[in-house]
């Protein structure tokens, strides 16, 4: 195809944020594209691709379908989907009905899922190619080989099909880093939706402030330093790198004055690595005058004498660090030790103990169902989760199951101790997503817990605590307006909150009508919301 016809564009690239099939779509909520996609149209629309977002957290499936057909243009290079295995349904039933009309058009997954099922994946007649891992530094080559349809062969980490057969290019040896992952070039997507009533804003606000807040994504560091061995960055090898305190304070003054922003999430899996950093940034923002509000993921570790004590903590908030988002994973330290955390769960109390000196809110996040965890191991989880709350009230525990990914030794573990056999094509996944345990999307049907000794009590347990995380996050008495309806839902919720608390300290999980009740108000408002 002749492609000077289309001026200094190179041709279009259709990148596809995928819904989640069990979520409705978003209405009146921002969140912004998953990080992939931000990056990687940013790489090509410099590089002069016409880059075209379609987001499916805010379509349905046949929507999405609708707007993707009505942007494949003949020009059209691939349609780039980014999948992590709670959007593989989604991605999968757009992507066959868009193979059904439009046979030649160029289907291409990449993301954590056909990162680690590379050839399961492309083996279905739905995918043309997966791209493995990390594609910051070949998406150009990608796209200009596709669009000359040029040999793939010599592009690193690439699986597709050829002449009925699966190739798998060499690994990529040049990680992403920063030097080829520029900042986000927000003009290519409709940024305007993802900044307002921006759903990270909202759950670290204790009033109704995030009404205000314009809230924007930075990209301050990529990987993680630690080896946790059930981490997404271990798997993958993922090594860290960081940009400079300078950098970031630089970037949020543009974001502020180019796009009036005032929240700043911080993408970054562990943005308080290096205390040099974290310390400079600190002082710029304090020396610049830059008043803003931050969110940053951090260990629970890093709360202590010599780093982020009583008095750093107060730095923090004072400069506008709003929530300590920590993936504290257990309660017990066998299950800690096994994961290779290198934390002590005393650190999760130390943690709390130091933010209570502040209105910072502390959002923890746990994981039960580990293979090889015994029942008490997830008793105590779940038994801490809700002390903690009842000592620390701004404190928002979540418990989830876990969720296995292949090359974890755990999963060897499922496998060679207790039987488990994943899906095993690309389809098999997207059976499986029916069965997914609906209360923990993304994670596993009860059933599929083969590990665990009480799959029952397992199931009924996290219900309740459901219950429990639903009712207790929302009870700030900052949010009780004056009006009727307002006082009801807060008693309400104060009494769910204090039943399930009652029930998982003394392990009572019979008689669930509290979920039941939920479960029919979610019905009525769906209908409510479907009807409007
Ligand atoms: S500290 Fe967090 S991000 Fe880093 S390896 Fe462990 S789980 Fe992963």
């Known amino acids: 195809m002749n492609r000077e016809h289309f001026g200094s564009k190179k041709g279009r690239v259709i990148l596809v944020n995928p819904g989640i099939h069990l979520f409705p779509p978003l209405k009146n909520r921002g969140m912004y594209p998953n990080n992939a996609i931000q990056i990687l149209g940013t790489i090509l629309h410099q590089n002069k691709f016409d880059v075209r977002i379609v987001d499916g957290m805010y379509l349905s499936v046949d929507n999405a379908v609708h707007e993707i057909l009505s942007l494949i243009s003949e020009d059209l290079i691939f349609i780039g ?113 993802y900044s307002k009533n921006n759903v990270f804003a909202m759950d670290s606000s204790l009033n109704e402030e995030y009404k205000r807040q314009i809230a924007y994504p930075i990209n301050a560091s990529l990987g993680c330093n630690f080896r946790c061995s059930f981490c997404i960055n271990v798997i993958l090898e993922r090594k860290y790198k960081m940009r400079t305190a300078e950098e970031i304070v630089e970037r949020i003054e543009y974001l502020k004055s180019e796009y009036g922003a005032n929240y700043i999430h911080m993408v970054d899996e562990n943005f308080f690595g290096s205390k040099k950093r974290v310390y400079q940034f600190v002082e710029l923002l304090r020396s610049r005058n830059v008043d803003i509000k931050w969110r940053p993921q951090i260990r629970a570790d890093y709360f202590n004498k010599s780093y982020i004590n009583e008095s750093f903590v107060k730095e923090l908030e004072e400069s506008g660090m709003v929530i300590a988002v920590m993936g504290v994973e257990s309660a017990s330290q066998r299950t800690l030790d096994r994961l290779d955390k290198k934390m002590k769960v005393e650190s999760i109390t130390v943690a709390l103990e130091i933010l209570s000196k502040t209105r910072i809110i502390p959002r923890l996040s746990f994981m039960v169902g580990i293979p090889g965890e015994t029942e008490d191991d997830i008793k105590q989880t779940y038994q801490f989760a809700v002390m903690l709350k009842e000592k620390y009230p701004l404190c928002q525990p979540l418990v989830t199951p876990f969720r296995l990914f292949p090359g974890s030794k755990f999963y060897e573990l499922a496998v060679s101790k207790y039987g488990y056999k994943s899906p095993e094509s690309l389809i098999e996944w997207v059976e499986n997503a029916d069965k997914e345990y609906c209360e923990s999307v993304g994670y596993q049907n009860p059933k599929d817990y083969v590990w665990v000794a009480n799959a029952k009590k397992f199931e009924s347990r996290h219900k309740i605590f459901i219950m429990f995380k639903t009712a207790s996050w929302s009870l700030f008495p900052q949010l009780i307006k004056k009006d009727i309806k307002s006082k009801i839902m807060h008693y309400l919720k104060l009494l769910i909150y204090k039943v399930t608390a009652l029930r998982i300290k003394n392990e009572f999980y019979q008689l669930n009508i509290e979920y039941l009740l939920l479960e029919l108000f979610r019905k009525g408002r769906n209908i409510i919301q479907n009807i409007k």
Request: hydrophobic share 40%.
């Open 81 to 193: 989907f980014s999948v992590m295995t709670i959007q593989v349904k989604w991605a999968y039933l757009v992507s066959s009905e868009i193979r059904r009309k439009c046979p030649d058009v160029k289907i291409v997954w990449g993301g954590v899922h056909p990162t680690l099922f590379p050839e399961q994946t492309v083996l279905d007649n739905a995918v043309d190619l997966c791209v493995v891992n990390e594609c910051a530094f070949t998406i150009v080559q990608i796209a200009n080989a596709l669009a000359a349809e040029d040999n793939l062969s010599n592009i690193p980490s690439l699986c597709y099909k050829d002449n009925g057969k699966v190739n798998l290019t060499l690994p990529n040896q040049i990680p992403d880093d920063f030097t080829n992952i520029p900042y986000i070039d927000f003009s290519i997507m409709n940024h305007k939706l």
